[in-house]
């Protein structure tokens, strides 16, 4: 099932993007978010998100003593693509966390809203503590902050929502969603049992399969510049200082990601960087990115244009003409060669994906089987280096593929990876 999360942000451009590459790699497809009259970064990041087809932005400010975050969710819920099914309500200090070997949140929400009755899942909170940390420091938040509270600590029963897009009405409060019918569910699969005076609250706290790992105050640093500074977008009135820094720095359990998941973030959080802020001037890397607009297309994929190029022959590997794919932690896996008619042509192999942005991606791998079947005399010993793989994330699954040479291109294919 198609997943999206919808939030509203104030001021998280330092945390963001590392938010996003943690769902992402969990299996989140897309994000609606709403700003709220941030004075950072965060506006500009979520437009240049919003331009390679991972965000959908709105803006949201304050007016007056109105909060704005219950009617950002109902914007957003009518903003949000007809292909997600499920949408996931919480904010850009809470990670929803599988608790179980799976990476992915994939296989408990499609066994979960297997019944058509279910329309709304429950996730309790896991409130994380500072860890001791006065100062922010270098690393992610799910690296740095690895103490949390017991399970006794009553804040943990509250709860935040995943609901089916359709069945949404409104919201109670950010915690609990109006539905049209159908079941409200705890992780379990168990009817939920809140507090009847306390929408949000449970009765019990539930962990099995799926929780909300919520970094409640990080760094006091983080904590003073941060959550203190901006308020509450739900609640009027509501301060967040002293009080609330000193009931919810709870540091009772140790508490890690594995180190396979760390690794896919990390990796994903690096490709976004590179994606929305690429560096002109690192002629080490092994990947060049532009944007759309400097782009000079080739209207037509007629095969004399490949030819007149200079392209002797070419393929694809992954995916194959079967429909075989690789698939990877991060999404799937493009492979295949290239032959120039002269060898002397330095050629690349163009990688353009939604909203016009793309990788330039040398030839830099040996195929001596694809020597062996393609090239004859001394053809073969001039083109040692004829082979390429790259990583699509896999928030993408349309990609065109073009030859360069000399500053000229032709378009190879379009390919469609529906399920990738």
Request: glycine share 6%.
């Amino acid at each position: 099932m198609e997943i999206a999360i919808a939030a509203i942000v104030k001021n998280e451009a330092d945390c963001l993007l590392e938010w996003i590459a943690y769902h992402r790699v969990i299996g989140v497809s897309h994000f609606l978010i709403a700003n709220n009259d941030s004075t950072d970064e965060t506006r500009d990041l979520l437009r240049k998100l919003a331009d390679i087809g991972l965000v959908t932005t709105i803006d949201v400010p304050t007016k007056g003593d109105a909060k704005p975050q219950l009617p950002a969710y109902q914007k957003l819920v009518n903003r949000c693509p007809e292909s997600i099914e499920l949408i996931a309500f919480i904010d850009a200090d809470e990670y929803i966390t599988v608790t179980d070997d799976a990476v992915t949140i994939n296989p408990v929400l499609d066994r979960l809203f297997a019944d058509p009755e279910v329309s709304a899942l429950a996730m309790n909170w896991a409130c994380f503590g500072s860890a001791g940390q006065l100062f922010r420091e270098d690393g992610m938040v799910i690296e740095r902050f690895t103490q949390q509270s017991s399970p006794k600590f009553t804040a943990n029963r509250n709860y935040k929502s995943i609901a089916r897009r359709q069945s949404i009405v409104n919201f109670m409060n950010p915690h609990h969603i109006n539905l049209y019918g159908g079941r409200y569910i705890n992780t379990l699969g168990e009817s939920l049992d809140i507090i009847e005076s306390k929408p949000g609250v449970t009765q019990r706290l539930v962990w099995d399969h799926l929780r909300v790992n919520h970094y409640v105050t990080k760094s006091l640093e983080e904590f003073v510049l941060g959550k203190s500074r901006n308020g509450s977008a739900a609640t009027k009135g509501r301060k967040k200082h002293k009080q609330y820094f000193e009931s919810h720095d709870r540091n009772e359990v140790s508490w890690h990601y594995s180190e396979k998941l760390l690794k896919a973030v990390n990796e994903f959080h690096g490709i976004l960087k590179s994606l929305l802020c690429p560096d002109p001037l690192d002629s080490s890397a092994s990947s060049y990115l532009s944007m759309a607009g400097e782009l000079r297309l080739v209207a037509s994929t007629k095969s004399r244009q490949v030819k007149g190029l200079g392209v002797y022959k070419w393929h694809i590997d992954s995916p194959s003409h079967e429909g075989v794919i690789e698939n990877t932690q991060l999404g799937w896996k493009l492979t295949g060669w290239l032959l120039t008619e002269n060898a002397e042509d330095t050629a690349y192999i163009i990688i353009q994906v939604e909203k016009g942005c793309e990788w330039r991606v040398p030839l830099t791998i040996k195929r001596p089987d694809v020597l062996r079947e393609m090239c004859e005399g001394s053809m073969s010993n001039r083109h040692d280096l004829c082979g390429f793989t790259f990583e699509i994330p896999g928030c993408f699954k349309t990609v065109k593929l073009y030859a360069e040479i000399a500053d000229s291109r032709a378009l190879l294919t379009k390919l469609v990876i529906p399920n990738a």
